[in-house]
């Protein structure tokens, strides 16, 4: 007897049967539901016994290094000085490393890191700044850093384009070049195979704010939208916002009612076409790569092909948990879900 | 004499020598673990292998019971299910050792009839993948389940052959030569189901964990019991029975190989059935009822000229019938890939060793008058009819 593999016919078509809500709405009936034993949800969940994807327990974040947590609202402006010409200057020392990163309970992935993080440190200056970045690559591969922006060849990060294109193990390389233009940009590895060089975590924002600045919020957040391939077959296992999967909806982010929050969202998923970005309950303005301060859209959903990048603005009206994950429903039921939880 | 030397011979000192070697070997065996014998063992990834061995599902819950056939511990991180991670409960613990087993229970509502797929990865990131494809409640053993796997049986399996002995009567009147060639029908019959048990056997080896060596299994299974049927047959010629109770005999040892095989197919059906795989549409059941219909003709071959008691041809039927509903039990309830290649192995080896039974029994029958043809067109048109009807199953 031949084994029918209906599920490579099916697969596809039941993908969008539910997302994370569609799922416990499912479940709601159920009687057998309260004997589930996994909460994913902290107490502030009113239903935490429904069925929903997630993860039993926490990855060691102090083992990792880092903390999603803290990576939403942690902006680097370097060591500031001031140039003899006046103009700001900005310091940065990044090292490229080796690190075993815990993504989900139990599973290690061999990851390339920026400073020891996933994703790398969020570089934040204002435009016409001078960037200088002393990069060392203290791993056992060669790496670089290639910036999105306006700068010379020589700083562009990629072989073939001078030392900074290729930086040996153990070698350095410092680049230097001015902020522009203002908007929300990134950086990433572009040593190849470049697929892996960034798959393996090699990625991170580049913020560079207006001259004048934006006008101001209550809360800034960065969110670097990316996926994890912990088996190598170059499709990714699991996504995430920040280096772990799930981290904000067992950690919902916590903000008030009327509240102005500022999203630096960056999408540098690799393997898959695009990625995007869905509000619960609410609508925002987007700024496609916050090169203009004039909103485009008044949406709740975006999506983002892979270095794409843009800048959301919203608040809230009503108190409640409300998600915000990847409208590829895949993607947000393999980790790239979270929860804002306002408060009045 | 030379044992009556050898035992003589038998000393402390032979005992020392005997030892000696085995001591050494427990010396090499510790000094290379020790140190590693100069050889690099380092893996740059580990080496896992997990062995699904079945799943149940049930009303908002999937249960897969998994065994770790690799060469270490492996621990059970994450489970997926149709891409979305999904959190579950693992007992006795998600840390197996080597060969021992597991269940992973996860609370899901999945939907009748639809295709799932689950990936379990271990704490070392590799993945391991259940397929489901087709979901619904698999069959618990209570009174009704049990008592519709037995009717699979005696559909596909007793009923069958029931219906090829009452064709006992109406054969009896055939000639000598017409009896010959029943016999190399038989005979024909009998190859074609050895060949399909042991691919069967094949198949199922490739399931099992590859610790438990499927195929080394295959070779004890077949092997023992053709030696073993070899030497009760040849030990029964030694008793001096006469020469109807031999044939008899030949048609209980057709009956026996015959009911092995008939154990693999429930097993393969009963198995099947709890994963979805077989409708069990009527057209299939009256395709194994043709088919096995012809094992009935079979086994009352060798017995045709005698006058064999009533009894004795209810006996001959159950034991080529009944198994289909012990295997069908098996195959339902206590799926194992292990256990039913051993069964496919027996059952291999017991249907070749009766070919062989019913060679010696046509060449005896042969000596006097020889006819190459008819023996050459019964074995074919044996194996014929047995392709031919498979076109109604496979």
Known sequence: ?344 | MTEQTTKNRFSFRTLVLLLLPIVALAGVIFLFLSTGGGLDFQSAAPIEDLTIERYELSPDHIDIYVRNSGPETLTIAQAIINEAVWPFDITPGATIPRLGRATIHIEYPWSYAEAYGVTLFTTNAVAFDVEIPVAFNTPEPNTKTFWSFALIGLYVGVIPVFLGIFWFPALRQLGRRWMVFLMAVTAGLLIFLGLDTLVEALEAAAEAPSPFQGIGLIGIGAVATFLLLDALSRKQINTGSDESARRLSLAYMIALGIGIHNLGEGLAIGAAYNVGEIALGAFLVVGFIIQNITEGLGIIAPVLRDRPRLSSLLWLGLIGGAPAIIGAWIGGFAPSPTLAVLFLAIGTGAIFEVVYEIAKLIQKDVQKQPMPMTIFSGVLAGMLLLWVTGLLIK
Not at chain 1, 55 to 71: M, Q
Not at chain 1, 310 to 328: D, Q, R, T, V
Request: glycine share 10%.
């Open chain 1, 1 to 344: 007897m031949k084994l029918i593999s209906r599920r490579d016919f099916l697969k596809f078509g039941g993908l969008t049967l539910a997302g994370a809500a569609g799922a416990s709405a499912l479940a709601h009936s159920s009687g057998a539901a309260s004997k589930v034993t996994a909460k994913p949800f902290k107490p502030q969940m009113q239903h935490g016994d429904d069925l929903i994807p997630g993860i039993d327990g926490e990855v060691d974040h102090e083992k990792n290094g880092f903390d999603p947590t803290e990576i939403l609202t942690d902006f680097d402006y370097g060591e500031v000085s001031t140039l003899p010409n006046g103009q700001t200057l900005r310091e940065y020392r990044i090292v490229a490393a080796n690190r075993a990163i815990e993504v989900l309970p139990g599973i290690e992935f061999p990851a390339w890191t920026y400073n020891g993080r996933i994703p790398g440190p969020t570089i934040r200056c204002t435009e016409g700044d001078r960037i200088r970045i002393n990069f060392i690559n203290g791993s056992d591969h060669p790496h670089s850093m290639h910036f999105h922006g306006i700068h010379a060849g020589a700083m562009d990060g990629v072989p073939g384009t001078g030392p900074g294109g290729f930086v040996a193990p153990s070698d350095s390389f410092v680049y230097e070049f001015d902020a522009e233009p203002f908007g929300l940009h990134l950086y990433h590895c572009h040593v190849f195979p470049l697929a892996r060089h960034i798959a393996k975590g090699l990625y991170g924002a580049f913020i560079v704010d207006p001259p004048d600045g934006r006008p101001a919020v209550d809360h800034e957040m960065v969110m670097v939208m990316s996926g994890f391939d912990v088996d190598f077959d170059d499709a990714n296992d699991f996504y995430a916002v920040n280096g772990i999967p799930f981290h904000y909806q067992n950690h919902p982010i916590p903000i008030k009612t009327g509240e102005t929050v500022r999203i630096y969202l960056v999408n540098i998923l690799e393997f898959d076409l695009i990625n995007s970005f869905h509000l619960h309950a609410n609508f925002f303005n987007y700024y496609p790569t916050g090169t203009s301060l004039t909103p485009t859209e008044y949406t709740d959903t975006i999506m983002q092909t892979q270095a794409q990048r843009g800048i959301l603005e919203f608040s809230y009206k009503h108190p409640g948990l409300y998600m915000f994950h990847a409208h590829n429903t895949e993607f947000a039921e393999l980790g790239w879900t979270g929860m804002f939880e306002v408060s009045e």
